[in-house]
């Protein structure tokens, strides 16, 4: 084969692989820029920082009580999930023999692949339900945590694998008590990819509607949660319910321009993670 | 010593929550096997005031949609990835992968909302249906949904091709288009099968963006590959029906086991990717 003719092949390959992954490079644009051109009419500050129960069916005037709710949520289960995924991966680390370290890392693989709408399930039918917790806060954030508590666990335990070994070894030859190497040698070095790892769970947390949907969150009728037994309202649930009830086009709007605080709240959380990651090369 | 067993019983009772979640679904479907045995699975009838609950429809439904989303997002994805891998120059790459980064964060409710307020009317202009609620719809947007996890891990895993594996193609005298075939995709297959898996999983069990346009209708397409008519996945019926069902009722026992089976194949394909990734 001449070269002339390897180059033409080698142009029409590449032009096939482009021509398939065009739709990659396009959708993404596409879909935020049609998000926020519908969302556009309703968005302003104080849609997103006031709260009224509005007249008629969850006609809100603002999200600021739905935006609370998902962020107190997602704190409340990143604070439930967070002891037990850091402790757990320090076992891994620092205890477990090998076939107990197979054992765990296969047990959070599968819980991390079992779709959240099983928790959901589950979260209703034992909290809510058995436990008599009610459609609540608690309740929610509790299912909430088992859904993020996978993907905390595997990256807290990414971020200790990233010590050096020659670290770990060089403070258990000095005898150092297991505690001393966790504060003194571990602790230093991977908090930042720890937290990281923290910011990127209440991306998630924020973005799972399935989980709540049944056991924390009700449409309308709450503004702010009494206490932890009382339901919430989220910005996830609200737009479900927006999007599938409204036939009112003033309606739909609150939806897109609550889908576009959504993506706001969720792009800030990972945008810090990956400030965070960045500066903890250095 | 006590931090020993703080951190083993921590780590004991993370990991038993998969075991209590399983037990805990057998357990409350186990009446309704007791009473119909297992045929229920491949009957075609789904009215839970007759006390039938028939799951082929659903099964179907999940299958399908599942099939499309994965037909349409792995040649799409991991084009993309050959493209940001190999082709474009690394500011571009950065770009499409940033934005890839952030398709994945769109929450799903908002992909709801995008395919019922866009894609289905689209579905009815376009292909002059009655209703644009169809698996068609499901597909198409659980396409979108697991685009990124295909692109993103599929891109990773050829960036792991050795230099010298590349080197030894070019060597060789290979054209692009063979060195890719022949070199560099058998050489990611291991991470480009994994990402496949995960994006299966994911697709399976997502829940609300499917309900809002699947139609909801339990039914068997006729004919059975007809994906321009309403049906209902498995975590569809979860979602519209768990809030309305009695607590203790044979409904339930049914809606539980539909989310036992969505748990049962999460795990199988969790093992296999898992497996493939210690061997590899």
């Known amino acids: ?163 050096p070994q020659e670290y770990t070894e060089a403070g258990m030859a000095l005898g150092l008590a297991s505690g001393a190497i966790i504060w003194r040698l571990w602790m230093p070095r991977s908090w930042v990819n720890v937290l990281t790892g923290l910011l990127l769970a209440m991306a998630r947390a924020l973005s799972e509607t399935a989980p709540i949907m049944f056991t924390a969150t009700v449409f309308s009728g709450v503004v702010w949660p009494d206490s932890i037994f009382s339901p919430v309202t989220t910005l996830q649930t609200h737009i479900f319910y927006l999007a599938q009830e409204a036939n009112d086009p003033q309606v739909i709007n609150i939806a897109w321009g609550s889908a576009a605080v959504l993506i706001l709240l969720v792009a800030i959380f990972g945008l810090l993670a990956r400030l965070l990651q960045k500066w903890g090369r250095h | 010593m006590i931090l020993r067993w703080w951190l083993a019983s921590s780590a004991l009772l993370s990991s038993m929550t998969i075991v209590l979640v399983i037990g805990f679904l057998l357990h409350s479907s186990w ?68 934005g890839m980064e952030l398709m994945a964060g769109i929450p799903s409710v908002v992909y709801g909302l995008l395919g019922m307020w866009l894609l289905i009317p689209l579905l009815e202009s376009q292909l002059d249906l009655l209703t644009g609620r169809t698996l068609l719809a499901a597909g198409l947007l659980l396409a979108l949904m697991i685009l990124p996890t295909i692109m993103v891990l599929s891109e990773d895993a050829l960036r792991g091709v050795r230099r010298s594996q590349r080197e030894a193609a070019l060597s060789l005298g290979l054209g692009w288009d063979v060195s890719l075939w022949r070199v560099l995709l058998p050489q990611a297959w291991p991470g480009i099968r994994v990402a496949i898996l ?27 590959y007809n994906l321009l008519q309403p049906a209902q996945t498995l975590t569809s019926r979860i979602g519209r029906e768990m809030a309305e069902v009695s607590v203790g009722s044979l409904h339930w026992a049914a809606l539980l086991f539909c989310g036992l089976m969505l748990a049962m194949v999460a795990i199988s394909i969790s093992l296999l990717a898992h497996r493939r990734v210690v061997t590899a």
């Not at chain 1, 009419?41 to 609370?68: D, R």
């Not at chain 2, 995960?198 to 059975?224: K, N, Y």
């Open chain 2, 198 to 224: 995960l994006a299966m999983g994911r697709a399976m069990g997502e829940t609300v963006a499917v309900m809002l346009v699947v139609g909801s209708i339990d039914r068997i397409p006729q004919p059975f």
């Open chain 1, 1 to 163: 084969m001449s070269c002339g003719a390897l180059i033409h092949r080698d142009r029409i390959s590449k032009s096939v692989v482009l021509l398939l992954a065009l739709p990659a490079l396009i959708l993404p644009a596409a879909a935020l820029g049609y998000i926020l051109w519908q969302a556009a009419p309703v968005l302003n500050w104080h849609f997103i920082f006031s709260s009224e129960e509005g007249v008629g069916f969850g006609v809100t005037e603002g999200v600021f009580a739905q935006l609370i709710g998902s962020l107190l949520l997602a704190l409340m289960a990143c604070a439930i999930a967070t002891p037990f995924a850091v402790a757990s991966a320090l076992y891994y680390r620092l205890f477990a023999t090998t076939r107990q370290q197979q054992l765990l890392s296969a047990m959070f693989n599968m819980l991390q692949g079992i779709p959240p709408v099983v928790f959901g399930l589950c979260g209703l039918i034992v909290l809510v339900n058995l436990f008599e917790w009610g459609v609540s806060l608690a309740s929610g954030a509790l299912v909430m945590a088992v859904v993020v508590l996978p993907l905390l666990m595997l990256n807290t335990l990414a971020a200790l694998e990233r010590i």
């Open chain 2, 31 to 98: 009446p309704l096997l007791q009473q119909q045995g297992i045929a229920f699975i491949a009957e075609t009838e789904w009215y839970p005031f007759e006390a039938l609950y028939g799951m082929l429809p659903a099964l179907l439904g999940t299958l399908w949609s599942v099939a499309l989303a994965l037909l349409i997002a792995i040649p799409c994805g991991v084009a993309a990835a050959i493209l940001c891998a190999e082709i474009l120059p690394p500011g571009l790459r950065g770009a499409v992968r940033f």
